[in-house]
Every structure is written in structure tokens, then in C-alpha cells.
């Protein structure tokens, strides 16, 4: 952090955690951006609460990629239900847009990974999800 604090903030990137990078390590990048900065707001996605995290940090990514699809919707002057949807991953960030999906009235027929991709024709639920 002390090299990358010049290359991020919340008007030029937010870092996230990722595979093996979780909430303990944003919570290091996190301290050491704040001792070195004096500000902390909008910095680093993935803190803990106790550290200005979110409490649906999880989910966030998901839903929003959801938010902006369904503005996107809008502007085209149409809505997400009723539309069929591919999903292009399947760990958090497609399991939570899979979900929000569901409740917008849209039918969800495929999740990937570096594996494959799985084809639902009927479309998968949240019962499918667990």
C-alpha cells in the first residue's frame, strides 16, 4: 500500500479482495492507507464493518451489476422480467446477481467457470442455487 496509495481512491480505484484475498488483508491495506493518507473514505472494498465495510458487501457487486442492467432497461424502454440471462462466472458476484434476478421477474439459464458452463433450459431458482 505504501507504493500503490498514489494510484487509488474513491475518484480513481477501488481496490476489492478476491481469491485468497479477504477481509483480513483489505484490513491491512486498509490501515496502512489510512496511517499514510489521513482519509479512508471510499478506498478499499471488502473491509470489515468495524472498518466502514458494508453490511451487504457480499451481495453488493451482484446487485449492483443488476441496478445498472435493469437503468440500462430502462433507457431501451424495456424491463428486466421476462428476459432470459446468461451469467458469465459462478461465485459471489453471479450467485447475488443470479439472485436479484430472480426477483426482478428474469429467467437465469447459465453460470461458468474456468471449468465449463452449465445450461439450464427451465432456468435455475433459488432452491437450484443451494
Known amino acids: 500500500m505504501t507504493e500503490l496509495q498514489r494510484h487509488v481512491g474513491a475518484d480513481t480505484d477501488v481496490p476489492a479482495g478476491d481469491i485468497g484475498v479477504g477481509a483480513r488483508e483489505i484490513g491491512y491495506l486498509y490501515g496502512q492507507y489510512k496511517r499514510l493518507r489521513n482519509e479512508f473514505t471510499g ?8 472498518w466502514g465495510g458494508s453490511f451487504i458487501r457480499p451481495e453488493a457487486t451482484g446487485y449492483g ?7 440500462m432497461c430502462k433507457d431501451n424502454n424495456t424491463v428486466i422480467r421476462g428476459k432470459n440471462v446468461l451469467l458469465s462466472g459462478s461465485g459471489n458476484v453471479a450467485q447475488f446477481a443470479c439472485e436479484k434476478l430472480l426477483q426482478l421477474g428474469a429467467k437465469v439459464l447459465t453460470f ?13 431458482n433459488e432452491e437450484k442455487l443451494d
Open 112 to 124: 461458468s467457470d474456468s471449468n465449463g458452463t452449465i445450461v439450464d433450459k427451465d432456468g435455475f
Open 65 to 71: 451489476a443488476v441496478y445498472f442492467l435493469e437503468e
Open 43 to 50: 478506498v478499499l472494498t471488502g473491509k470489515n464493518v468495524k
